[in-house]
Every structure is written in structure tokens, then in C-alpha cells.
Nanobody, 114 residues
Framework: QVQFVESGGGLVQPGGSLRLSCATS????????MDWYRQAPGKQRELVAG???????NYADSVKGRFTISRDSAKNTLVLQMSSLKVEDTAVYYC????????WGQGTQVTVSS
């Protein structure tokens, strides 16, 4: 069974930074492109950033220049470094492989508030 375990969320003031991590199995991490998603209250889940197995990245326009996605192959961990956080970044953040599976982790809550 595919598993994703997200961590690193928390409460941060606008302009602050957070580093999210997503752990998964080596077989998933090694062979699949990976994505970060988020879901804000009352909204649909949206794609935030993605990275291929070769390291090519893509970002939603709303986070471009503020978020950085990366892969830590030694730890089979997907990372999302978030800076210059805004109130509208508040959401539960999830990771998944590409193509997306039906198995979603519990996510990690990011709250940006003063």
C-alpha cells in the first residue's frame, strides 16, 4: 500500500518560513515524479509544486519565487521550503506521486496568521 507521511507544518506569522517534509517508500520515491498539494478550508485541493525524478520543477503561480521543492534521495523524502508566507497560504499540505494515487496521507497543517 502506498503511504505518504507529511510533517513540518505549524503556526507562523506572515513573512515567515516553514519547511515541510513528505516521507514515502523508496520504490515510490525513486521511480516517480512527486507533487505537493494543499487544501484550504472550503476549497478544492490544488497543486502547489512538482518535481520530476530528474529534478525538473514546476510551481503554481501563487507560490512561484517563494516556495522551493526538492528531493532528498538519501532519505526518500520530498521537501517543500516555504518562505515569505502569506495568510492565503494557510491550508493542509499533502504530497503524492505523479500520476496521483488515491492514497492520501494525513497532511500537515500550515497556518499563517498574525
Amino acid at each position: 500500500q502506498v503511504q505518504f507521511v507529511e510533517s513540518g507544518g505549524g503556526l507562523v506569522q506572515p513573512g515567515g518560513s516553514l519547511r515541510l517534509s513528505c516521507a514515502t517508500s523508496g520504490s515510490i520515491f525513486r521511480f516517480y515524479d512527486m507533487d505537493w498539494y494543499r487544501q484550504a478550508p472550503g476549497k478544492q485541493r490544488e497543486l502547489v509544486a512538482g518535481i520530476t525524478t530528474y529534478g525538473r520543477t514546476n510551481y503554481a503561480d501563487s507560490v512561484k519565487g517563494r516556495f522551493t521543492i526538492s528531493r532528498d534521495s538519501a532519505k526518500n523524502t520530498l521537501v517543500l521550503q516555504m518562505s515569505s508566507l502569506k495568510v492565503e497560504d494557510t491550508a493542509v499540505y499533502y504530497c503524492n506521486r505523479r500520476p496521483q494515487t488515491d492514497y492520501w496521507g494525513q497532511g500537515t497543517q500550515v497556518t499563517v496568521s498574525s
